[in-house]
């Protein structure tokens, strides 16, 4: 089996480029970035742009503005992370001509609305996964970003666990064929944040504003990677979704909670695959764990997030004697995206997959290549999350149907 490559798989690696491809960038004015969000994703996503020209040979932009509801709060945030100024409104914002990326990291309740906009203002844009709270908000973006696309506007959904080097490597090896026919993966995000009974009642166990729990916020980087990894696309999913607690205490009183706590899916995949996927917020114990086993009929490979810096790999075509899982210490120069970072051995963090993903989707608005994962993409894995949910309410098996020309024309 034969991975496909991305556009921005053959995007020219730092060493690669021409002197006179690096000299014609020089005339080019900075491009504004404004992000929409400063809590969680936002502080992640502003300490990409902030470092990320600090490693890679990006072209030039400026960190205009951060966007956030509370005036005071969004002011103290845009200068302790880098932002020239901040704003309460991202409708202005996007109206503005010095403004040429939107960077989305709001709660996904507000991804269709802004995306929507900004591509029709001919804005580039990134926006955080899940891609939306809805199927119909996902195809809503997907139809604006191709629209956009036409007119050489860039979109980008920003799974960033395909930036993790070991990830990116294990990808590599699958492609290359050292595992031989990938059979099946298995694949567990868990987490443990939600263990306690009297944790309070947040935005994210409100179905109308999270969408979904475990399922979406954390389950569809599982399936991503699932597909990612193997190259090929689920066709069909058994489901199973649970609430452990059913009860928060809310800012008023007693809530219900109205999202799933934890996520078991079996899935079916194109080139006779199959993988299982597994969420949990209530896995006591599990900090951020994303465990992904690949196996195939001539090896394996194994990853953990909370070893980010290193993949496990099986060669089963050695003699018997030799076999068994060796480490590989993802660091080297020769590894994905560490040609421009720190010496052998000096490892790197979980924050520096998001500059990754800003190095990326930079040289895709350069270069004219359509980034990856696509909005497209990110509506693929909305109809896999919408199939789970289905087929757990309905206690059966169903197939998920991907509409070819939506997905083709944004790939």
């Known amino acids: 089996m034969t991975t496909p490559a991305h556009p921005s798989d053959s995007t020219p690696s730092q060493g690669d480029r021409p002197a006179a491809w690096l000299a014609s960038r020089q005339v080019k004015s900075p491009l504004g970035v404004a992000a ?18 600090s490693f890679f040979d990006v072209p030039a932009f400026e960190q205009k503005v951060l966007v956030g509801r509370d005036a005071t709060q969004v002011a103290e945030a845009a200068a302790k992370y ?55 908000e996902a195809e809503a973006m997907t139809a604006a970003a191709i629209t956009a696309r036409a007119q050489g506007v860039q979109s980008m959904i920003g799974f960033n666990y395909r930036r993790v080097p070991a990830l990116a490597l294990a990808r590599e090896l699958i492609a290359e064929g050292r595992l031989g026919t990938v059979r099946h993966v298995r694949a567990a995000y ?23 729990g475990a399922l979406g916020v954390i389950a569809s980087h599982a399936i991503d990677q699932v597909q990612h990894l193997t190259g090929e696309t689920i066709t069909e999913v058994t489901g199973t979704l649970r609430t452990f607690v059913a ?42 764990s994303l465990r992904i086993e690949v196996y195939g009929s001539e090896g394996s490979v194994a990853f953990d997030l909370e070893n980010l810096n290193e993949l496990r790999f099986l060669d089963a075509t050695a003699p018997v004697r030799e076999q068994g899982f060796r480490r590989i210490l993802v660091n080297e120069p020769e590894h994905p995206y560490l040609e421009a970072r720190w010496p052998q051995g000096h490892i790197i963090g979980w924050e520096h997959t998001f500059t990754h993903q800003i190095r990326d989707f930079l040289l895709a608005i350069e270069s004219g290549y359509a980034p990856a994962p696509s909005i497209g993409d990110g509506l693929q894995i909305q109809r896999v999350l919408t199939a789970i949910e289905t087929s757990a309410n309905n206690r059966s098996a169903i197939t998920t149907v991907v509409p070819p020309a939506l997905i083709t024309q944004e790939a």
Request: glycine share 8%; net charge negative.
């Open 36 to 53: 929409i969000g400063y809590a969680f994703m936002g502080k992640a996503h502003s300490n990409a742009w902030r470092n990320v020209a």
């Open 82 to 136: 880098g932002w020239a100024e901040s704003a309460t409104d991202w409708r202005s914002v996007i109206e503005r001509d010095d403004i040429h990326i939107i960077d989305i990291c709001a709660p996904g309740w507000m991804h269709a609305e802004i995306a929507t906009a900004a591509l029709a203002a001919g804005k580039h844009v990134l926006v955080e996964k899940p891609l939306a709270n809805t199927l119909g």
């Open 190 to 212: 868990l987490q443990d944040w939600l263990s306690d009974a009297e944790a309070p009642m947040t935005w994210r166990l409100r179905k109308e504003t999270a969408g979904s």
């Open 247 to 288: 009860e928060r205490q809310g800012p008023h009183g007693t809530e219900r909670v109205t999202v799933d706590d934890a996520a078991w899916a079996t899935l079916g995949l194109t080139g006779s695959l199959s993988a299982s996927v597994e969420a949990s917020r209530v896995a006591t114990g599990q900090k951020n």
